[in-house]
């Protein structure tokens, strides 16, 4: 069985309340004695080290840093969001030969990845070591 990827939406609350104002949120009173205000991670974004054995992590990248990845028939491409965050505005390239291309606005979010055509792909927020992990024939994009 393989899982139907989904397109993904990384964005502030603040952005996503104002783009679907009936957006429902599940409560935190769960019967559990867990506080959800309280980030798990806090401390892990910081530190160069990471926690999960994921075998030999290449060096294209830091292991953290976080990556947009997208998969065009079986070709995986990782850009570096912080790469990405420095050109605001409408970033092409190109993805096993299809013309993509990626909008970010100017707080930094990406909003949309569509090919040529205008569809929107399925992408995939990660951090680089879990993107490589899955696709160790990844190439990473560089601006020119």
């Known amino acids: 069985m393989k899982l139907t990827k989904l397109p ?63 998969e065009i028939e079986g070709v995986a491409k990782a850009y570096p969001l912080t790469l990405l965050q420095k050109s605001p505005g409408l970033v092409k390239d190109t993805v096993n030969g299809k013309e993509i291309s990626i909008e970010v606005t100017a707080e930094g979010e990406i909003v949309a990845v569509r090919d040529d055509e205008g569809k929107t792909l399925t992408r995939l927020f990660s951090y680089w070591f879990a993107w490589q992990a899955f696709h160790p024939q990844t190439t990473v994009f560089t601006k020119e």
């Open 8 to 70: 993904s939406v990384r964005t502030s609350w603040k952005t996503w309340k104002k783009r679907n104002p009936k957006t429902l949120v599940l409560s935190t009173d769960t019967g559990y004695q867990r506080n959800y205000d309280r980030d798990p991670y806090k401390g892990y974004y910081r530190v160069g080290t990471i926690w999960f054995p994921v075998g030999k992590v290449r060096k294209d990248l830091s292991p953290k840093e976080q990556v947009l990845g997208i």
